[in-house]
């Protein structure tokens, strides 16, 4: 099945006039320009381009698919635009949860220096020991401290979190010092 993609390469081919010039235009290679073209075509049982090496031509059924299929594209857009999907500025409404240390440590240092540079953008936190459900509590973006357990989350590393155990003198001398981490974890 050809997508989108599909479809926005066969209209920049016939309006750069060629496989190279739609190539560059998208920042592809024109192996893949031509692929996506050869399946659009493929899908559609029909031939939309002629094609020799130095340029490209209309078939009269790419004629009639390319004006359908512009409007169509040029409409997404707009619908697209509408909403802000294709704006360049960041607007709109970001909820983020964390727990309060990192909100703390990591976030509050840096947030008057990121509402400057992002004025449009709304921050609405979620400040929390407690285990959040991202779907469930309705938040865009989860800070999380550990692995990631839910393989159908994305995530991304952002800060490296060294940490340091410390005890006192007299409970080592009452609980005996840990010399690995079964110990250790006995000491829980």
């Known amino acids: 099945m050809y997508n989108i993609s599909d479809l926005e390469t066969f209209i920049a081919v016939v309006e750069n006039?060629?496989?190279?010039?739609?190539?560059?235009?998208?920042?592809?290679?024109?192996?893949?320009?031509?692929?996506?073209?050869?399946?659009l075509e493929r899908e559609l049982s029909t031939v939309l381009v002629f094609r020799d090496s130095r340029r490209v031509r209309l078939s009269p059924a790419g004629e009639v698919f390319y004006t359908c299929v512009g409007a169509i594209?040029?409409?997404?857009?707009?619908?697209?635009h509408s909403i802000g999907a294709r704006s360049s500025t960041v607007s709109g409404l970001l909820r983020v949860t964390m727990p309060?240390?990192?909100?703390?440590?990591?976030?509050?240092?840096?947030?008057?220096?990121?509402?400057?540079?992002y004025p449009q953008l709304k921050l609405d936190f979620l400040i929390t020991d407690h285990f959040i459900?991202?779907?469930?509590?309705?938040?865009?973006v989860a800070i999380r401290v550990g692995q990631l357990n839910d393989s159908g989350m994305l995530s991304r590393k952002i800060v490296n979190n060294s940490r340091v155990l410390c005890a006192a003198p007299s409970y080592i001398n009452k609980q005996g010092m840990p010399s690995n981490l079964t110990e250790l974890a006995a000491h829980y």
């Not at 560059?24 to 399946?39: D, I, N, Y």
């Not at 309060?100 to 540079?117: A, T």
């Not at 459900?133 to 865009?140: E, F, I």
């Open 17 to 39: 006039k060629g496989v190279l010039a739609a190539a560059r235009e998208q920042g592809l290679s024109p192996a893949t320009v031509s692929h996506r073209l050869s399946k």
């Open 73 to 80: 594209i040029e409409a997404l857009h707009d619908a697209e």
């Open 100 to 117: 309060p240390w990192i909100f703390s440590k990591y976030v509050m240092p840096k947030l008057s220096e990121f509402e400057s540079e």
């Open 133 to 140: 459900n991202v779907v469930d509590d309705a938040q865009d």
